[in-house]
T-cell receptor, first 112, second 113 residues
Framework: EAGVTQSPTHLIKTRGQQATLRCSPI?????VYWYQQALGLGLQFLLW???????NRGNFPPRFSGRQFPNYSSELNVNALELEDSALYLC???????????FGAGTRLSVL | QKEVEQDPGPLSVPEGAIVSLNCTYS??????FMWYRQYSRKGPELLMY????GNKEDGRFTAQVDKSSKYISLFIRDSQPSDSATYLC?????????????FGQGTILTVHP
């Protein structure tokens, strides 16, 4: 069974540009979560989507947004990129009791 | 104060040692407790999860949760060099925060041959 897949693996952008990151869930999982793992800051919760709706949001500015599609895959969009947005962006999905989350390999975003 | 505190280490042990990794948490609403292993430049891999207090064993790994003291532990028996990684504890609560995992800072473990 395929795990959580994220694309692209690496993304290089310049300040002010927009980045789009993608996530495909494990088959049968309906919830998608996004986390940011910046150097020295640990894993920070960004967004949670379930059944196409945004359910919860972390302490990030509105230029971080996303959506979930009918097939439960998800996109994370980051507008007006800043240098401090450089990080590993991780997608996790869950599909049962307890919201046990399984992670993808991540997209490494570098903002120059 | 962070909701989940974890000693970042680094922790260095010889092969075959028993490793003890620990976290404390402050949010009484936390219900599920997970341990993830993360190799360098990879995504976190779920090792184990427990619900409420108690022990859970899976091969060389044992997870313990003591809700009375708000203490989470992971024990690794017969540690191997392949266990060298960053170990992350995480918890989630109910209600509107249900989907959000709160992570500790991670403990860097090195197992020497």
């Amino acid at each position: 069974e395929a795990g959580v897949t994220q694309s692209p693996t690496h993304l290089i952008k310049t300040r002010g540009q927009q980045a789009t990151l993608r996530c495909s869930p494990i088959s049968g999982h309906t919830s998608v979560y996004w986390y940011q793992q910046a150097l020295g800051l640990g894993l920070q919760f960004l967004l949670w989507y379930d059944e196409g709706e945004e359910r919860n949001r972390g302490n990030f500015p509105p230029r971080f947004s996303g959506r979930q599609f009918p097939n439960y895959s998800s996109e994370l969009n980051v507008n007006a990129l800043e240098l401090e947005d450089s990080a590993l962006y991780l997608c996790a999905t869950s599909g049962g009791r307890g919201n046990i989350q399984y992670f993808g390999a991540g997209t490494r975003l570098s903002v120059l | 104060q962070k909701e989940v505190e974890q000693d970042p280490g680094p922790l260095s042990v010889p092969e075959g040692a028993i490793v003890s990794l620990n976290c404390t948490y402050s949010n009484s609403a936390f219900q599920y407790f997970m341990w993830y292993r993360q190799y360098s430049r990879k995504g976190p891999e779920l090792l184990m999860y427990t619900y409420s207090s108690g022990n859970k064993e899976d091969g060389r790994f044992t997870a313990q949760v003591d809700k009375s003291s708000k203490y989470i532990s992971l024990f690794i028996r017969d540690s191997q060099p392949s266990d060298s990684a960053t170990y992350l504890c995480a918890s989630n609560a109910g209600g509107t925060s249900y989907g959000k995992l709160t992570f500790g800072q991670g403990t860097i473990l090195t197992v020497h041959p």
